[in-house]
Each structure stands twice: as C-alpha cells, then as structure tokens.
C-alpha cells in the first residue's frame, strides 16, 4: 500500500509558477512510476506528465510540454512539478499517481492516487 499525499497548490496570476509536491510512504518508491493528473470542472481526468521508475524517462502532455517539469528525489520519495508560465486553462485539481514496474497515461494504470491539491490561474 502507497500514500501520497500532495501540497503546494494555490491561486497564481497568470504566468507565474507554482511548484507541486507529492510525498509517498512506504520503502519501494524506486519502483513506482509517478505520474501528475488534473480535473478541471466539468472534464476528464487528464494525463500531465510522467517520470518512469526505471531509466529515469520522463514524459509530457503535449499542452504542458516546455512549461511544467516533473522530477523526482527518490531519497526523499518524492515527485515535483514545477509549473511555469502558467495559464488560466491549467486551472484544475491536480492529482499524484503511482504505478509499480510499468509505466502509464492513462488512469487505468496507476493504483494509487492521492487527494487532490487545487491550482488556480486568474487572468
């Protein structure tokens, strides 16, 4: 079993940066795939970005991708994302996933999820 736990959201203007954290239990995060979702009201949940538990791969959303960064301390078990140039229409819920030994876009292949931190981008 993997908690995650994720912090760092809040309201930014647009352009500015936030940068999110998800914190992980357990002894095997070195393993897990880390993935970032978001909701938006009223949308599917939505792929971010990935950071692949082997080989150190990361990939991106096609509207994130050159803005948002996803790394990972894999001593501290924790994943970040740093979100720069940041847009109204990335105003969601975004959500920590992770998914053991495989790597994933969509929803269906993480099996743990964490609670939600909201981002919010004024014009």
């Known amino acids: 079993q993997v908690r995650l736990v994720e912090s760092g959201g809040g309201l930014v203007q647009a352009g500015g940066s936030l940068r999110l954290s998800c914190a992980a239990s357990g002894r095997t995060f070195s393993s897990y795939t880390m993935g970032w979702f978001r909701q938006a009201p009223g949308k599917e949940r939505e792929f971010v970005a990935a950071?692949?538990?082997?080989?150190?791969?990361?990939y991106y959303a096609d509207s994130v991708q050159g803005r948002f960064t996803i790394s990972r301390d894999n001593a501290k078990n924790t994943v970040y994302l740093q979100m720069n140039s940041l847009k109204p229409e990335d105003t969601a819920v975004y959500y920590c996933?992770?998914?053991?030994?495989?790597?994933?876009?969509?929803?269906?292949?993480?099996?743990?999820w964490g609670q939600g931190t909201q981002v919010t981008v004024s014009s």
């Open positions: 950071f692949s538990w082997s080989g150190g791969s990361t």
């Open positions: 996933a992770a998914a053991q030994y495989r790597l994933g876009y969509t929803r269906d292949r993480y099996d743990y």
